[in-house]
């Protein structure tokens, strides 16, 4: 970049292009550019939900256990058979396309306890599966990392083409922005929960990044309304022909950070129920609409398209060009974004930085100059 009275020689802007384009590279593959970009997806998913929330519908209904239905059940958690068995009848009663149950099945019998209490479950079981698509996730112990176990009876109802991992993945933030179908395990691959719910209720199901600017939030019913629940004419306005998800909508377990919250029961905030997130995750796969991540190609072609400003003779020219330059790259990745596409801008951002502080730093340098001699 020129100072105001002599020019730089072309080698050495080249050279400075160059340098600039392989450190962007290099930075590209750091954690501060996973983090980086992290926080531009958050940005870009922002504008999209406030500008252009794409249509979605309104199918999937959350039933979450919360404070008040803690309050409301009398038994202790452990023994909720009976009232969980109730739930899940009553909503399969209300003949919803699909149901699924992210809450944990017992290990052993409890009849000692109550005589007919794994009986009253094992009903309720029972009837979500007569109504069609049934899916209950499987507990993973964080200390093994395996599956823990259900008791036969439940076991022998569900069967293992019902049963789905529950777990969500985390980027390095600790947020949750993406899911999965399927995930590894020692003998293969084993359904998500959304991943298994999907597969039953349709041939085309994708996963990817979650869509935060996918339809409405979601409804809610708190469980122990279903449960207190007379009027079946009711129960079937609200679940007939809708996926029903049941869940912990509890404020301080079972929550999961997420860019932004699509449970529309709550203050709108940067954690969610995982019910939710599993809902968001099958509303997702369901309409096919996850983003993927842009390939490499596209990002080393956007940090040399950034390192090429280092090649403008004037620094009047290269500081006004570097500093629109990131807001056209950011409204042309929100672009993609919407087009299905996941733009990494960490890298060419990082490099028009540089340019900015050497064309801000090239007339100081030349006054410098001037005064010395």
Not at 85 to 97: E, F, N, S, Y
Not at 179 to 185: E, R, V
Not at 267 to 285: D, F, K, M, N, S
């Amino acid at each position: 970049m020129d100072s105001p009275d002599r020019g730089q020689r072309p080698a050495a802007r080249g050279f400075a292009a160059v340098a600039a384009a392989l450190l962007g590279l290099l930075f590209a593959f750091t954690p501060l550019a996973d983090r980086a970009d992290l926080l531009i997806l958050d940005a870009q998913w922002s504008v999209l939900r406030r500008f252009d929330v794409r249509p979605a519908p309104d199918d999937i209904v959350v039933v979450g256990v919360d404070e008040a239905t803690l309050r409301q059940v009398p038994e202790p958690r452990g023994l909720w058979h009976e009232p969980l068995g109730k739930v899940l009848a009553r909503i399969a009663a209300a003949r919803p396309r699909a149901i699924g149950l992210d809450l944990a099945l017992p290990d052993r019998s409890y009849e000692s306890t109550r005589p007919g209490i794994d009986r009253a479950l094992l009903l309720g079981l029972a009837a979500a599966r007569q109504n069609g698509p049934f899916v209950a996730t499987l507990s993973i112990d964080a200390q093994t990392r395996g599956a823990r176990p259900i008791h036969p009876p439940y076991l022998a109802v569900l069967q293992e083409e019902r049963l789905a991992i529950g777990l969500l993945a985390r980027d390095a933030d600790g947020v949750t922005r993406r899911f999965s179908l399927a995930l590894p395990t020692e003998d293969g691959f084993f359904p998500t929960f959304a991943g298994r719910l999907c597969k039953m209720l349709s041939r085309n199901c994708g996963d990817g990044l979650l869509h935060f600017a996918l339809g409405k939030p979601f409804g809610y019913v708190p469980f122990h309304k279903v449960l207190a629940a007379n009027d079946m004419a009711s129960l079937e306005r609200i679940f007939r022909d809708r996926i029903v998800l049941i869940g912990e909508t509890l404020p301080f377990t079972d929550r999961i950070a997420v860019p932004m919250d699509y449970a529309g029961w709550e203050t709108p905030g940067r954690e969610a129920p995982a019910i939710v997130v599993h809902a968001l995750a099958l509303r997702t796969a369901l309409l096919d609409a996850a983003p993927q991540e842009s390939s490499r190609p596209l990002m080393v072609v956007l940090v040399t398209f950034a390192a090429l400003f280092f090649l403008i003779r004037d620094w009047r020219v290269a500081l006004a060009a570097a500093a629109a330059a990131p807001f056209v790259l950011f409204a042309v990745s929100v672009y993609a974004l919407y087009a299905g596409v996941a733009m990494s801008l960490a890298a060419p951002m990082a490099v028009l930085a540089a340019v900015l502080v050497v064309a801000l730093a090239t007339p100081l340098s030349h006054r410098y100059v001037i005064r010395r001699r």
